[in-house]
């Protein structure tokens, strides 16, 4: 028994060492040495100086101006409050793209919940860049929006409405890109829906407003937190959607970081926000965990 | 009648009016963009906005670049050697943690397996970047390799353990009560009924390592440009038809996978 | 099964083994986007049997950082940086010295004053191949000024603002705005840059994108009317059928620059990148780079193998009385002052 139990051990370890070493070595590896390079001075044309240094993380909010003087920048806020709005925006709005078409998914015979569930999750196995660039056909001058309203009328063929290179276009690119990532979640909730509690709601009059807030929102909320959170957490992040979309004139965080590793050659700087964001989507993460394992104590108090 | 009039309140019960109109949006939302890139791909006109007339010139013209073609040649060589391996460590990971009882190192190696999921893609690509620039690694396609293996591992993971959590242990504990060894058992029982796990984890893989595009836009160096790095620095051009071309071959691709894994997991469903 | 397994594995060991053992007889070259010519590429593979595989990028700065980044190898045998930027990769020891360049069989075409040119005096790291400026570009029937204040493009009237379009990266942008208040490239007093800042800032309200690629497209579509522009690749837009397409050369001036070929640390095919480099230099092949590209070159000779097109472009011609300034390697502390002000300007 006792040899087959070391056996077991063994077995176990020699079965999780190829992840342990593949996983350690390079992913927690490339973070580890990161987190080293954002303490680092940086080298003017790229690279860093080996030399301790604060001042990747100091330049987030201070920043020594040309003058050489340290003075307080708001600048780098102001990216990551764009970034929480918008990405707090493309939330909202997959919430209430998705949330309707998740209910009533969820609401078909298996056969049709089958094949519909798996045309929300095709885009989401398609490459994302092309899908955001499929938008500049769309929106871009001259492109599917503006040519319609020149053959209604609407708009003459010298102006333009202005779509492309706004906060609005980057906007419709990041809730194209993560929807599916929000009616999954909400989806897989709502199945599990016992849809006796609303008839038993509507033998006691409730309305129809009522079931939904009293029972249909209530009951998806697991849903509708974890897939906020898929679709909050990559936006924070994109770097494609500003890039193609916005016109490279407004910084997402995403953007700034993959700046500083392209024009700006800032490499502590970037590593710095790298970590900023990193610890961001860990307390996320963390609030997330935590409130699962309240509705999971809730659910079982029940 | 009485039966049909209570059908017609369940129903009245479910069905909020509107919902299924506005899923029809939804979906169009989500598929209209690709409709109009790919039919925009049969544009013959030089400029892609303009539409001239029907044609498969720049699907023929994709067939004479050849950087398209070695970007493509790169892109299957990293997704044939990515996917594998990602699927073999993803396969030894799920057998020790679902079979392996509780064990301390358990937590760990659930989380060391999610973790290229939590990250965002960005911090990774990033990271990577300054691991291989700072250690001097560069092995060319290795390095896509490596990084793409990583991020793999999860999307390989997570139907083989599936697999295995739906399987009857009993069947392997019949095995062995039938005197048949250990590693017998796993040939003659575990690992058939695992395969179809396998090969949906590898076809997983196999597409999140065809579409990466910011890991590898980071990572790549010379020779080793992607087909969705090289759609990139072609749309940074200018959208023309030849990128709606190329871009609706991989889309057509990555769809036709998933369609062939989601078959194959029907069939084994039921 | 097992059989086919095997093949299968067999087949992707031969293309590790096509793509990585048998390197030689190949040549990565890494360029600006739009800037080498497929009939230049197919004549080369045609005369050599090497194979070239281009990528592309879309500053000086972005190959700068790629080759930092490449931690001594970018797999790259071959980049093409501005004048500037060799000298800050032979400072920061990113290229390859290569030996015998005076030697080759092509390098006697080369201009005498393009010979030994100041960013490499010995001639040990690059060979010619395309000169031109930097400046901006307008649709002239949209627009009704002349292009001969550096002003009309910092602060855009308002029959433009909003369709205009700068450059993704500072180098240009910057010296174009140095040229524009007047003061020095690769200033270090502050005040200078902080009105360049200034001038910038104003600017970006009118911008509607920050980009070097698909510039010919964009002013094609009229998505804009003004764009930072460089003078050759503004002639190929001509060509391309936007007939109006105005290159400015404002009475402050353009800014020069000078593309060379050059080595990355660590190129692998070392004998096929001197090959292309040789190549390059012949009269014949420079003028089919110059034919494509729109740009002038140090190849006197080339003028017998121009196309009338390009015998004939007039972006290109700089009217008399017009400075071309070249951009300089700036030392580091007013590279960061750049680099700061583009910081600035971006979020």
Redesign the interface.
Known sequence: MNIQGENKTQNRILSLLPLWIVIGIFMIGPLLVMATVSLMESNVYGGVHFKFSLSGYQQILFDTNLFDEIEFNPAYIIIIARSFVLALAATFLSLLIGFPAAYYISRQSNRVKNILIFLVTIPFWTNLLIRTFAWIIILGKGGVIESSFNFLGLLDKESSLNLMYTNTAILIGLVYSYLPLMVLPIYASLEKMDVRLLEAATDLYSSRIELIRKIIFPLSMPGIIGGSILVFVPCLGAFIAPDLLGGGKKLLLGSLIQFQFSYARNWPFGAAMAMFLLALVILILIFNAKLNRRHRKYEAQR | MKPKDKKTK?R?????P???G??AI??G??????F??VC?SFNSSK????WTGFSFRWYTKLFSN??IQ?AT??S??IA??AAPLAT???T??A???VR??E?R?REL?NG??T??L?????????????????????F??MNVI??H??FC?PFAYMPIKAALEAMDPNLELAARDLYSDKPSTFRTITLPLLTPGIISGFM?AF??SI?D??ITL?VA?????TL?VY???M??????PE??AV?SL??VF??F???LY?IFN?KINN | MKEKVIKLLVSISLLFASSSLMAAGKLNLYNWADYTPDALIDKFEAETGIQVTVDTYDSNETLLAKLQAGGGSTGYDLAVPSQHFVEIMIKEGLIEKIDGITGMSNYKYVAEQFQGPSFDPTQEYSTPWQMGSASWAYRADSYSGNGSSMMEFFKPSDEVCGKVAVFKSPEEVVNMAHLALGSNFCSEDPNEMQAVMDLLIEQKKCVAVYSSEGINERLMSGEVIMHAHWDGYSQVGKWEGVDDLTYAYPKEGVVGWFDSLVMPKGAKNVEEAKAFMNFVMHPENMAILSNFAAYANAIPESVNYLSDDMKNATNIQVPDGIPVKFGQACNKESQALVDKVWTKLMQ
Do not use: H, Q
């Open positions: 369940f009245y019960v479910w069905n909020f509107g919902f299924g506005w899923t939804f979906f939302f989500l598929y209209i963009p690709i109009v890139l925009y400029f892609a906005m303009i050849d950087d070695s040649i790169n299957l060589i044939f050697s073999i460590i993803a030894f990971s057998l020790a943690i392996g009882g064990f190192s190696s060391l397996i973790l290229p939590m990250v965002p893609e960005i911090v990774t690509a990033v990271a990577t970047l300054i691991f291989f620039a700072s250690l001097g690694i560069n060319g396609l490596i990084a293996t990583v591992i997983l597409v999140i579409d595009f910011i980071m160096g010379g020779g080793s440009t969705p759609i990139y620095s749309v940074k051009m200018g959208v023309s990128v709606n871009s991989m889309l990555s769809i996978i998933v369609t989601w029907r």
